[in-house]
């Protein structure tokens, strides 16, 4: 009896802690939840809904089916978008990752003074986007620009960068990479993550700095990689503010920095042409998705987990 | 060569290179603070002078007259406090949830939470809106500090990861003593948190007080601008006024630079990576 009782008492205790941390843990998410509703799931099915009608602020929308993806597709300024964002994003991401890796290895050094050291790598991420914008155009200018100025010491005639349309998108993605500070801050977390075991094991059996970096840092940096890897594209296809105000909105020259974002922005909300923009949007969401799901799908080959 | 000698010799080289490298990075910069002091038509001079001549902290003035600088810093401070206020009392809370509560429907929840993070914000800009619009919303800053308060998939996603890292005896500890959930969330989860609760707040500070976009769209009356969208006025049709430009996004920069150089231990200690496949 005495057995059953101490068996019993507890089991009943146990389940009136189980309902009460269930209870509260529905109460401490549920901010997120009316969130998640309010601010995605919401405007999430709308927009489907909004791609398929003719919407202006000034009428509600009308349905007219297909009609906006297949005025897209005949679009040339969409085509020309899309060509702009993939060209980034392709160069981008992977020089991204390379840089910032290289620049996270260099700042995981144990040296005095560390603390100015990352502060003056993280100094561009923390220049409003606008304001680096203005600055770049200026550094980058063909006649007084700092840029082409060094080139000069150098004896290189500087190519006239924001003039010309094959120079502008190299020069925004130089501008990019200037500003990989965040990558950079994720990639440090990382490799403090590291052990210090690993490398003494293999200081002990000789290794060279090589070795090291190809056999124990990188591949144990493979989460964070991929990690940024999804975020870099995710972001790289969201390139709106560097270009918008370097451009003043136009894209120019000749539409060569105008990007997919910017595109859709002008229609949403220059044009108000709510349900086409919509339909841009969604287009955005398929391509990210299917990145994403390559990316993720691809993961599996190189991404090791410690302890793996 | 005896180690200590060995060691002051790669030593000397690390600082080489982080010098070189800190050079290239803070030339752009360096260059922001010169010009904000420069007079304008020493702007257009060929080859680039680097000093100022001559030296006119007048521009900082001149500047802060020029658009109304005092208006977009406070309205900028205030939407940048309050959001940021915002993510540290919603995100860290469901962050704890998914972390270390057991609720059915958690894990079905968080991995719609990665999916979001997934989501470009120009599919759900439009909708968003279109609702803030009927809300009467639009022109107010209410758009761009009310949905902080309800949680950032990124955010709930990084603090769900150091919550996790957490033992869970010092729940069931507190839980013997008789401790509420709330109790134990607030008094010894929450306190523990702190480094990666700064990280998601420096992280929301500083997209907050540079953010364009959803200022831009929001903000139709000028009295409401904040700095992002001021900078512009410096670019007009009577030409750009580059060295007042300059002078207000160094006055911009500055105060993240100050939190930046006081808070990055914490700030990467806050973002611990272990366990990144949820």
Known sequence: MAKLETGKAPRVRVSRKRSNESLAGWLFALPWIIGLLLFFAYPLISSIYYSFTDYSILQSGKFIGL????????????????????????????????????????????????????TIFFLPTLVPHVALAILWIWLLNPQFGLVNAVLDWFGIQGPPWLGSTFWSKPALILMS???????????????????????????????????????????????????????????????????????????????????????????????????????????????????????????????????? | MNTLAKKRLKSIYAHTILILASILFLVPFVWMVSTSFKPITQVFTFPPEFLPRPFQWE?????????????????????????????????????????????????????????????????????????????????????????????IPFSIFLLRQFFKGLPDTLREAAKIDGASEWRIYWQIMFPLAKPAVLAVALFQFMAAWTDFLGPLIYLTDEAAYTLSLGLQQFQNQQGSQWHMMMAVSTLMTLPIIVLFFFMQKTFIRGITFTGIKG
């Open chain 1, 177 to 308: 990479l200037w500003g990989i500070g965040q990558a950079v801050i994720i990639y440090l977390a990382g490799l403090s993550d590291i052990s210090q075991e690993y490398y003494e094991a293999a200081e002990v059996d000789g290794a060279s700095f090589l070795q090291k970096t190809f056999y124990i840092t990188l591949p144990l940096l493979t989460p964070v990689i991929f990690f940024n890897l999804v975020m870099g594209f995710i972001g790289a296809f969201q390139q709106f503010t560097l270009p918008y105000t370097m451009t003043q909105g136009s894209g120019s020259p000749a539409d060569s920095l105008t990007f997919y974002v910017m595109y859709l922005y002008d229609n949403a909300f220059s044009y108000f042409r709510m349900g086409y923009a919509s339909a841009m949007a969604w287009i955005l969401f398929v391509i990210i998705m299917a990145l994403t799901a390559i990316v993720f799908w691809s993961s599996k080959r190189w991404v090791h987990y410690q302890g793996d």
């Open chain 2, 59 to 151: 521009n900082y003035i001149e500047a802060t007259k020029y658009i109304p600088f005092w208006t977009y810093t406070w309205n900028t401070a205030v939407i940048t406090g309050l959001s940021t206020l915002g993510v540290v009392l919603s995100c860290p809370l469901v962050a704890y949830s998914f972390a270390k509560l057991r609720w059915r429907g958690r894990n079905t929840l968080f991995a719609i939470t990665i999916g979001v993070m997934m989501i470009p914000t120009q599919v759900t800009m439009i909708p968003l809106f279109l609702l803030f619009n009927q809300l009467g919303w639009v022109g107010t800053n209410l758009p761009l500090i009310v949905p902080a308060f309800f949680g």
């Open chain 1, 67 to 118: 009609a906006n993806y297949r005025e897209l597709f005949q679009d040339e300024l969409f085509w020309i978008s899309i060509y702009n964002t993939i060209y980034f994003a392709v160069l981008f991401v992977p020089l991204s990752i390379i840089f910032g890796v290289a620049l996270a290895m260099v700042l995981n050094m144990r040296v005095r003074g560390m603390a100015v050291y990352r």
